[in-house]
């Protein structure tokens, strides 16, 4: 397993950005996929953005499309997910995940398929 911390959490006003990032140490980086998650208080944890181990593939929610996006540095061992046009809907306990994959393109969407977990960043957005 990788170990995964986030950063770049906070609070925004609707309509603005942030961006998240995710540092990975531990193993090698390139052979895992990485994810976004979020997740709020009563609710289950949702998938939001994935892109695979060579960043040659990515995938989003249907939520976030057209305003979040993500990307990695495997150089850096970061993966980041920058947030445009934030609504209050996206205010969330957000989650960097990895899940070790074969193919250098698979992207997968859900929990199961990530074996490591950061600790969570808080996003507020209010209206």
């Known amino acids: 397993q990788v170990q995964l911390v986030e950063s770049g959490g906070g609070s925004v006003q609707a309509g603005g950005s942030l961006r998240l990032a995710c540092v990975a140490s531990?193993?090698?980086?390139?052979?895992?996929?990485a994810g976004w998650f979020r997740q709020c208080p009563g609710k289950e944890r949702e998938f939001v953005a994935v892109?695979?181990?060579?960043?040659?593939?990515?995938y989003s929610a249907d939520s976030v499309k057209g305003r979040f996006s993500i990307s990695r540095d495997n150089a850096k061992n970061t993966v980041y997910l920058q947030m445009n046009s934030l609504e209050p809907e996206d205010t969330a306990v957000y989650y960097c995940?990895?899940?070790?994959?074969?193919?250098?393109?698979?992207?997968?969407?859900?929990?199961?398929?990530?074996?490591?977990w950061g600790q969570g960043t808080q996003v507020t957005v209010s209206s």
């Open positions: 531990g193993r090698t980086f390139s052979n895992y996929a």
């Open positions: 892109i695979s181990r060579s960043a040659g593939s990515t």
């Open positions: 995940a990895a899940g070790r994959t074969i193919l250098t393109s698979a992207i997968p969407s859900k929990p199961g398929s990530f074996e490591s």
